[in-house]
């Protein structure tokens, strides 16, 4: 049974920082492509950034461009959420989420593209 786990979340003051980590109980973990999402309160779940199974391809929405990076170590079953110059409109729970798939450099960055998540960790950025 897969079982993906975010940590990292908490409370920051605007501009500051986080790295979230998503942790996945997958045998084969380098063959599921992992996607990081966020949903706030009366609003819809939405993509941040995505990354392929073997690393090699990446994609972040506009909105977190520059700011946020997504990477992943798997030799430790293990992707990040690297967050800089937090803003008030970051907080949210956060989400991360995971499918195998069999194209090394494909990134999935819808939520229906995805079979397992995780049950968030929660983002507040202060002003």
């Known amino acids: 049974q897969v079982q993906v786990v975010e940590s990292g979340g908490g409370l920051v003051q605007a501009g500051g920082s986080l790295r979230l980590s998503c942790a996945a109980s997958?045998?084969?973990?380098?063959?599921?492509?992992i996607g990081w999402f966020r949903q706030a309160p009366g609003k819809e779940r939405e993509f941040l950034a995505g990354i392929s199974r073997s690393g090699g391809s990446t994609s972040h929405a506009d909105s977190v461009k520059g700011r946020f990076t997504i990477s992943r170590d798997n030799a430790k079953n293990t992707v990040y959420l690297q967050m800089n110059s937090l803003k008030p409109e970051d907080t949210a729970v956060y989400y991360c989420?995971?499918?195998?798939?069999?194209?090394?450099?494909?990134?999935?960055?819808?939520?229906?593209?995805?079979?397992?998540w995780g049950q968030g960790t929660q983002v507040t950025v202060s002003s």
């Open positions: 997958i045998r084969t973990f380098s063959t599921y492509a």
């Open positions: 989420a995971a499918r195998e798939t069999a194209l090394t450099f494909n990134v999935l960055i819808t939520v229906s593209d995805y079979h397992y």
